[in-house]
């Protein structure tokens, strides 16, 4: 299993521009996650998912938009980017109801917006 | 809301010695659980253990241990006989499945392992 991948692994947006942040797991998990790290903190929930068709918002949806066509994928929609949202990314997927609840993360994406 | 809370911004042990991490936290939930991740340099998060908080047994994972006190909503880290691969961010995590399953993060604890 390649596990959890995110691509891409680094980007420089100008301020407006538009960009999707791509999210992908092998091990059939029906939760996935997006959260953000700024320097110094930790982690904040952007978006999850509890299933296929199935999203809500996290602590700090603002400024950003996901959808959930397929079990395996769970991309991350940035329509105006703004230097607020310069941060590292992470994609993370869970099971759900199981024995276990432990989150896999993915590699993260540094995204700075100039 | 749930939150947690790291006490703790930076920390440092002596190669081979033991250091604990602390973590609080604040719920009204009974049925949970908490984590502590590991964020190396290269910023992937790695889970270093977890525990639920029906269990009154602490949970235990090779050099990591936790202490984990539920009526003072406490959850610290013991890492023994401490290696430089340990020096990392420390995340304290709790997760309840009466919020969907969400996450919540505590603002991390920089450990140092001095050779």
């Known amino acids: 299993n390649a596990g959890v991948t995110q691509t891409p692994k680094f980007r420089i947006l100008k301020i407006g521009q538009s960009m999707t942040l791509q999210c992908a797991q092998d091990?059939?998990?029906?939760?996935m996650y997006w959260y953000r790290q700024d320097p110094g903190m930790g982690l904040k929930l952007i978006y999850y998912?509890?299933?296929?068709?199935?999203?809500d918002k996290g602590e700090v949806p603002n400024g950003y938009n996901v959808s959930r066509s397929t079990t395996e994928d769970f991309p991350l929609r940035l329509e105006l980017a703004a230097p607020s949202q310069t941060s590292v990314y992470f994609c993370?997927?869970?099971?759900?109801?199981?024995?276990?609840?432990?989150?896999?993360f993915g590699p993260g994406t540094r995204l700075t917006v100039l | 809301a749930q939150t947690v809370t790291q006490s703790q911004p930076e920390m440092s042990v002596q190669e081979a010695e033991t250091v604990t991490l602390s973590c609080t936290y604040d719920t009204s939930e009974n049925n949970y659980y908490l984590f502590w991740y590991k964020q190396p340099p290269s910023r992937q998060m790695i889970l270093v253990i977890r525990q639920e908080a029906y269990k009154q047994q602490n949970a235990t994972e090779n050099r990591f241990s936790v202490n984990f006190q539920k009526a003072a909503k406490s959850f610290s880290l013991k890492i023994s006989d401490s290696q430089l691969g340990d020096t990392a961010m420390y995340f304290c995590a709790f997760m309840s499945r009466n919020t969907g399953n969400q996450f919540y993060f505590g603002t991390g604890t920089s450990l140092t392992v001095i050779p």
């Open positions: 998912s509890v299933g296929a068709g199935i999203t």
């Open positions: 993370a997927s869970s099971y759900t109801g199981g024995h276990t609840d432990t989150q896999y």
């Open positions: 091990m059939n998990h029906n939760y």
